[in-house]
């Protein structure tokens, strides 16, 4: 059976890696998108990246075009985006699929160890369908920039919700409790 940590990724540049480069961090692992309206969090996930990196924690970004077309750059060009337009120094990685039948294995575990976001995904869900959208069910990736937080022992142990700002008092709560334990 695989594990978070033996997943093959690569990174934005194409070198090959894994969480398990990684190991003994706890780690925010976020689907990010370039066009998106929650694409501002950048700023947000940065800050709390710089904010607990010394304390063992890392972002790792995942850019991934299920979601309106909102990722449609090459991996170069989203990596000169997040740097030019957010200063981004988390690791990013190459562009995958969070959704659907290329659905990547990394997100198959992450959604089966938690199948349903905190936060208000209901609402947002909503708001989608407002515009004339059909979300995605749980356990499924609703949007860009839902989050998963995994401790020191590669444990999936929170997930929330793409309108949950990497800044918020519930992810910075779960964050240092993680980094604590």
């Known amino acids: 059976m695989s594990t978070l940590q033996s997943i093959p990724l690569k990174t934005i540049d194409g070198s090959d890696g894994s969480l398990a480069d ?33 304390q063992g924690f890392e972002v790792l970004g995942f850019p991934a075009n299920n979601f309106g077309a909102q990722e449609p750059g090459t991996n170069e060009e ?9 200063n981004v120094k988390f690791p990013l990685f190459a562009k995958i699929s969070v959704v659907g039948e290329d ?8 959604t089966a160890a938690v199948p349903r976001a905190e936060g208000d995904p209901d609402g947002f869900r909503e708001r989608l ?31 929330f919700a793409p309108t949950t700002t990497p800044d918020d008092p519930s992810v910075v709560a779960a964050i240092e409790t993680a980094l604590g334990s």
């Open 129 to 159: 369908k407002g515009f004339g959208m059909t979300p995605n069910a749980d356990p499924e990736i609703l949007w860009n920039f839902e989050k998963f937080l995994v401790d020191r022992q590669g444990n999936v142990v929170r997930r």
């Open 22 to 54: 990684y190991s003994g961090s706890v780690l925010l692992v976020v689907n990010v998108a370039s066009k998106c309206g929650l694409t501002p969090q950048y700023d947000a996930l940065e800050k709390v990246y710089e904010q607990y990196h010394e």
């Open 103 to 110: 659905k990547h294995p990394l997100y198959e575990l992450l």
């Open 78 to 86: 989203i990596a000169s985006f997040c740097s030019s337009s957010f």
